[in-house]
C-alpha cells in the first residue's frame, strides 16, 4: 500500500475521520475541499446526537465527492497505540472496494504521532489477502491497489511520514511471514522454502542465506531434524539466515530460531483428521524468522543478527521414524522418541545446539509446538519461557508495546525433570502425562542450549527464550486479531524487529 502524508487538499474516494468522544463542533481542516453542501452535511453530522464518537462507532456520509466515514475513537485521554492501530484495521476491513482504492485519512485535532502511526499501521497491516489460488475477475475501471493519504498540520508532517515509512517496512516483513504461514504444503516445503529464502537474499548485498541439504545435515550428524523429516519424499534442510555478516565477528549477537514443520501430519503417531489442514502452519516459527530478517533489511538495521530454520515434513511412512526409536543428536545428547507427534522439539534439539555454537547474546526460539499452550493462553497470547529474567522481562515488554502479548510461563524443574527421566537415553520427547504440556516441552528445549563460562568464570546457561506461538500463528475461526482476517498472522515479527533495533 502506497501511503503518503499531507495537507488537508485531496478528498479521495473514501474519506475517513476519525473522531473523539465528546467532538461537540467539526475541527478545524474536516471539511477542506468539500462542497458546500457537502460541508453543511458533514459538519451537522458531526454536532448531532446520532454520531457520538464511541469507539468504534461508524457514520457512512453520500457526498458527490467521496464516501465520508465518521470514525469514533472513544476518549482522547483514553486513546493509546494499540487502540488506534485496532480500530483502524476493523475500519479498513469493513470499507467496500468498488468505490475506488483511494482512501483519505483526516487527523483532525488531539491526535499525536504514535497514534495517527498506528491508526495508519493498523490499516497498511490489515490490507492483505492470500489469494493466489483465486481466479481473478479483473475490473479494468477499479484501481489495484489501495493507497492512502494521511492528513495533518505541517508540525507534525514529517515526523509521521518517517514513522510511516518505517512501519511499512516492518510490515512487509509481516506479510512475508504470512505469505509462507498461507502458502500449503505441498507448495511449500522444506528445500522450497531455502529456495526462496536464497532468491530473496539474491542481490541483497548484507545478507547471506545458506542452506544445509539432507546429506550435509547427515555429514553433520544433524539427526533431530533427520529423523523427523525422513519419512517425507521432501527431505528436510537447515537454512541460515545472516544480516550484516561480516559485521563486528567478535561481538555476540542475537539468534534466533524457528520450528520449520511445512506439514505436521503427526508421523507414525498420527493426528486425528479434524483440522489437520491446519498442520501447514506448523512451519510459523520458520516464517516469522524469514520475515523478521525481511523487516530488519526494509528498516536498514545495521547490526548483526544470526537466524537458523529447522525444516522439515513429518510424516508417516515405510521410512519414516517411529515411537520407541532413539535419536542421536547434533548435541551428542540421544532423545528416546514416545510419540512421533512431539517432532517440534527434536529439531529444535538440532537447531537449538547449533545457535550456541554461534556464541549469540541470546538465542530465541520460535515455535508452533504445543497444543497445551492454546489449553493456557487460548489465542491471546503467545507463551514465553525464559531461562533470564531479563531477556523474558524484554521480550514481554517489546511485545506489549507492539501489541503481540508474550505471556511469562514458568520452566517448572519437576516437568524438566520428567524429560530428562528416560530409562534409555538421555532425555524423553515426551512428559509422564498431558498436565503442563508446554512446560514439559519447554523443559525438554532446555536441555539443548549451551553452557558457557561469563566473566567471572561461572558456567551459566546462554540466555535463552522460547515462544510456543502454536495459539497466535494462525486464525481460523471466530475469534479474530483486528490485524489478520483469516489465516496466518505473521506474528512476533514486529514484536521481534523491535527487541533486536531498541537496543
Ligand atoms: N504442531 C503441534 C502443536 C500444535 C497444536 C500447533 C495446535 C498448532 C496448533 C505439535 O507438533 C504437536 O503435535 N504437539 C503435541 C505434543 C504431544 C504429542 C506431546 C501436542 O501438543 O499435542
Ligand atoms: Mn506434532
Ligand atoms: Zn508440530
Not at 492483505?128 to 484501481?143: A, L, N, P, S, W
Not at 515434513?313 to 548435541?331: F, H, K
Not at 523474558?392 to 511469562?408: A, H, L, N, Y
Not at 527421566?421 to 524423553?428: G, L, N, Q
Request: charged share 25%.
Amino acid at each position: 500500500m502506497i501511503t503518503t502524508v499531507s495537507d488537508f487538499i485531496e478528498t479521495g474516494n473514501i474519506m475517513i475521520i476519525p473522531l473523539f468522544q465528546n467532538t461537540l463542533k467539526a475541527p478545524n481542516n474536516t471539511t477542506t475541499g468539500l462542497s458546500r453542501s457537502a460541508s453543511i452535511t458533514v459538519k451537522s453530522a458531526i454536532s448531532s446526537d446520532s454520531f457520538e464518537g464511541k469507539e468504534g462507532e461508524i457514520m457512512s456520509i453520500w457526498t458527490k465527492e467521496c464516501q465520508i466515514i465518521l470514525l469514533g475513537m472513544g476518549g482522547s485521554h483514553k486513546l493509546n497505540t494499540k487502540k488506534s492501530r485496532d480500530i483502524g484495521a476493523k475500519c479498513f476491513s469493513n470499507l467496500p472496494d468498488n468505490l475506488g482504492k483511494k482512501i483519505v485519512v483526516r487527523f483532525t485535532t488531539g491526535w499525536n504521532t504514535g497514534n495517527m502511526a498506528s491508526f495508519a499501521e493498523g490499516i497498511i497491516l490489515r490490507n492483505y489477502k492470500f489469494d493466489k489460488y483465486q481466479e481473478k475477475i479483473v475490473d479494468e475501471k477499479q484501481d489495484k491497489e489501495w493507497s492512502m493519504v494521511c492528513q495533518t498540520t505541517k508540525r507534525n508532517r514529517e515526523n509521521l511520514d518517517l514513522e510511516i515509512e518505517r512501519l511499512s517496512a516492518i510490515a512487509t516483513g509481516v506479510h512475508l511471514a504470512r505469505d509462507l504461514g498461507n502458502e500449503p504444503a505441498n507448495r511449500l516445503y522444506p528445500e522450497e522454502f531455502g529456495r526462496r529464502a536464497k532468491d530473496w537474499a539474491k542481490g541483497k548485498k548484507n545478507v547471506e542465506v545458506e542452506v544445509w541439504d539432507f546429506s550435509r545435515l547427515k555429514e553433520e550428524g544433524m539427526h533431530g531434524l533427520i529423523e523427523v523429516g525422513k519419512g517425507s519424499i521432501h527431505k528436510p534442510c537447515m537454512v541460515f539466515f545472516r544480516l550484516n555478516p561480516n559485521l563486528d565477528t567478535e561481538k555476540q549477537v542475537p539468534c534466533i530460531v524457528g520450528k520449520g514443520i511445512t506439514f505436521d501430519s503427526g508421523g507414525i503417531s498420527i493426528k486425528g483428521s479434524a483440522g489437520m489442514d491446519e498442520m501447514k502452519l506448523d512451519m510459523h516459527g520458520s516464517a516469522t524468522v524469514f520475515g523478521l530478517f525481511q523487516a530488519l533489511y526494509a528498516t536498514g538495521y545495521q547490526g548483526r543478527v544470526n537466524g537458523i530454520t529447522c525444516m522439515a515434513e513429518n510424516m508417516p511412512s515405510a521410512e519414516a521414524y517411529r515411537p520407541g526409536d532413539v535419536i542421536e543428536t547434533y548435541s551428542g545428547k540421544t532423545i528416546e522418541v514416545l510419540n512421533t507427534d512431539a517432532e517440534g522439539r527434536n529439531v529444535l534439539a538440532d537447531g537449538l545446539w547449533k545457535a550456541s555454537e554461534l556464541n549469540p547474546s541470546y538465542i530465541i526460539d520460535l515455535a508452533t509446538l504445543t497444543g497445551s499452550i492454546v489449553v493456557a493462553l487460548g489465542h491471546e497470547a503467545t507463551g514465553l519461557f525464559a531461562n533470564n529474567d531479563l531477556l523474558s522481562e524484554r521480550i514481554k515488554m517489546v511485545g506489549d508495546e507492539v501489541d503481540e502479548i508474550c505471556w511469562p510461563m514458568p520452566l517448572l524443574p519437576a516437568f524438566e525433570k520428567q524429560m530428562t527421566s528416560s530409562k534409555i537415553a538421555d532425555v524423553r520427547n515426551q512428559g509422564k502425562g498431558r498436565w503442563g504440556g508446554a512446560i514439559q516441552a519447554a523443559g525438554f528445549l532446555k536441555q539443548f542450549v549451551q553452557e558457557r563460562k561469563d566473566n567471572n568464570g561461572e558456567k551459566n546457561q546462554i540466555p535463552w527464550a522460547h515462544l510456543d506461538i502454536a495459539g497466535t500463528a494462525g486464525i481460523w475461526g471466530g475469534e479474530s486479531n483486528s490485524t489478520v482476517g483469516h489465516g496466518a498472522t505473521g506474528i512476533l515479527v514486529r514484536t521481534l524487529h523491535l527487541l533486536i533495533t531498541k537496543e
